[in-house]
């Protein structure tokens, strides 16, 4: 009688195999990564829309509401104003530069407050609050996580939704869109000191300009897009707080990738919403 013998897979063929199952292997990967993306927006619009449903349900934790709007609005209103002005000298300076070409500098403060109104504005304010404000909520948030403080919460029946995100919700869609008006003011007064003093532009000259090509419309469009942004913030923010594990090194890691994905998805939203603004 013959012994069973069992032959061993040379190399060649090993390799062979390997490469036959390699789009099963990606397809696989693909598949596992599309699957657990569509939960994490799930869970976020899950989420999201339960704050909202906390936003127009007693207790009104309107003193909490009121502290995270001095946070908010308050103390962040010096870095604002430093970089609003920034913002606008600098625009004065590339527009009025290009403009000089054609002879045409007494257009930089209407150019400037157009693009102020429409799109810099909420975007710089936007990224400002994101790195002061929301960085310290979700750091705030994710430390009561992983010390557990958000778990003894919920032991005595207090939804920590209700308690820490509802305020920091509610006060951004408030100080948002008045963070968003000063931007807009500083940066042209930050234009006009660069039109003055470099281009000669005189402030009859300038504001009649203004007046003749911006609209309320403009900052309508801005300040709608602020309170957008303010919501996309605060709720990234304090999702990515919440689900934070792993101690200290997962305190770090959640408030990097709140600040990272807050600034996605207000660029995201931000292309929508022009592409609505502009087309329609």
């Known amino acids: 009688m013959t012994p069973f013998t069992t032959r061993q897979p040379s190399l060649t063929e090993i390799t062979r195999i390997q490469i036959q199952l390699l789009p099963v292997r990606v397809l696989e990967t693909f598949g596992s990564s599309l699957i657990s993306t569509g939960r994490g927006f799930y869970a976020f619009g899950k989420y999201f829309l339960e704050t909202v449903r906390w936003c127009f349900k007693p207790p009104y ?73 929301g960085a310290a909520m979700t750091a705030e ?45 500083v940066g042209v007064i930050g234009s006009y000191s660069v039109g003055n003093l470099l281009f000669d532009i005189d402030e009859g000259t300038f504001v009649a300009k203004i007046a003749q090509l911006v609209e309320p419309k403009d900052l309508w469009r801005g300040i709608s897009k602020a309170f957008a942004f303010s919501t996309l913030v605060t709720t990234v923010c304090c999702h990515f707080g919440l689900t ?3 101690g200290a090194r997962g305190v770090g890691e959640a408030t990097t990738k709140a600040v990272v994905s807050s600034l996605l998805a207000t660029l995201f939203v931000d292309v929508i919403m022009t592409y609505f603004q502009v087309m329609w």
Do not use: H
């Open 244 to 246: 934070a594990s792993g």
């Open 141 to 185: 948030i994710a430390t009561m996580r992983v010390n557990e403080q958000i778990d003894a919460m919920e032991a005595m029946a207090v939804d920590p939704i209700s308690y820490l995100v509802m305020p920091r919700f509610i006060a951004g869609m408030f100080v948002m869109p008045l963070l968003c008006a000063v931007c807009i003011f």
């Open 61 to 133: 934790r309107w003193s909490l509401v009121f502290a995270q709007m001095e946070f908010i609005g308050n103390q962040s209103l010096v870095v604002l104003i430093g970089g609003a002005f920034a913002i606008g000298a600098v625009f004065g300076l590339q527009i009025g530069s290009v403009f000089r070409v054609f002879q045409a500098e007494s257009m930089l403060g209407a150019i400037t407050t157009k693009a102020l109104c429409e799109e810099m504005a909420p975007f710089v304010t936007t990224v400002l609050i994101t790195g002061r404000a």
